[in-house]
């Protein structure tokens, strides 16, 4: 079943095509990565899925339902949900509360005035399995701005899992990572990817964890989706090693 | 127990000191506390916004001053008894007005924001100066009757506290609720708020009608205090003070715009006995707070607070 279909999606910042007749569908349960050089437009994609910006033109559908240009609150409820480049965080707040505010508004619970936020049993217990699952137990008393960068990609993944997504987007998951954290994350994302049964897509510049983890490989150049497929078929493909590297280095 | 012991000790503190006064309190300290606890509820009332989640108002005046005259307006027109009433009209008048001005208003990002709300305020301001045949125009509106009950300053103290105190309990439930950490959030990361499935235009103007409801009940009570109100309760200096009060007291803390007020009026009472130039004292105060303790008064003393217990520590571990 297709989880996720674009098609003919367009966009333009100014005179710059940044999303050019972009077609495709990704399956149920797939692993798929987005991959790219720099100003290929793989945020703007992910942007453009997500409800952040709207396309020109184009059909974006899930599920079989078209969401073209709806909000970003709407598609989180609909199980789209995304973790950022840059980690976006509540900064200020301890890790747990991070948690605890995703899980507040997974749970409906948003809109309660004056009761204590601690009274809820089921949001405490879902926030210490995300917790617990993504190995931030022990971390949780500190505050966002306190942990490593590697941990707070790894805390924006957790808010993201949070609100149980069905489609689970991460915009570059492992940049500026060191080499350990990289390892680490890329265990991490296959195996909550397995565990909560998601259709995930993941842009990312390295391509050891790409053809490591991917199942399926889309390659964007200018803004064109010029090749996919698995990582034996991309590193093959004349149209990648021409259009993205130049040469032969996959 | 030792957590719950430091939530609870700023209430503690607050009943004692406020709840002393009406024991031990001579006219004009009861006269200066009504003030402190009233503009307190407005501080904390508008902390809400700008503390809680980073919207910085200059137009709170507009409610505070709304409260004001409907609960004077009305005392004036169908008689004391009415006072009672009126206060409770005021602050649903303010949510109507406040969603009015909300929608129009919140929509913008931050300094547009701050602009639009100054001049909605300036504009009320104008009306009531200029509307003279129906708002008493400069003069304001005198001699508002009021209950027999709560004819005498100390009465009428009484009554302001405990009304002050069942909306600061509010206010401070609403810290700890769940759509508290919303509006913190909000502050923090808008954009992270909306990938979490939630609407930050809607919780922001949720946040806007509670904090304008509260701040016309406490213009409604100060109505009654000198039985006099006047067109300067709308005018930016009014929000202005507000803004300064909060940030003078920590507008990171709950309490912490409450003590601002406290200090302020304080210090406008005591300097203001010794030389006309009293602004000239508190805005040096103002300029060192600001510049060296941006926390304001609550983060000064916690951070001395954490001093002592780094000091006690070490005695511990040689």
Redo the contacts between chains.
Sequence with gaps: MTTLELRQVNKHFGGLHVSKNITMGIEQGELTAIIGPNGAGKTTLFNEI?GYITPDNGGIFFNGVEITGA????L??MGI??AFQVA??????TVY?NL???A???HG?????????SV?KNVEEHCRFILERLGLSGKEGLKAFELSHGDQKVLDIA?AL??KPKLLLLDEPTAGMSPDERVKMTHLIRAIHEEFKLTTIFVEHDMDMVFGIADNIRVLVYGELIAEGNAEEIQKNPAVIEAYLGHEVL | MNNKLTTMAPWLAYFLIFGSLIFVGGDHTIHIASQVIILGLFAIAFNVLFGTTGLLSFGQAIFYGLGAYITGMMAKSFGGDFFVWALLIAPAAAIVLSVLLGVLSLRLSDVYFTMLTLAFAQLAWGICVKWSSFTGGDDGIQAIPKPELLAGGLNYYIFSFVIVTACLYLLWRLDRSPFGSVLKGIRQNPTRISFIGMNVFRHKLLAYMISSCFTAIAGGLYAGIDKSIHPDMFVWTMSGSIILMTILGGMRSFFGPLIGVAVFILLEDEIGRATQYWSFVIGAIMITVVLLFPKGIVGISRHFARLFAKKGGQRDNP
């Design positions: 997500t909000e970003p609150e709407s989180v409820k949900v995304r976006s965080l509540f900064i200020d707040e509360d605890c505010l995703a507040l508004a997974f619970k948003n809109w309660n005035i004056f009761t204590n936020r809820y808010i949070t609100m």
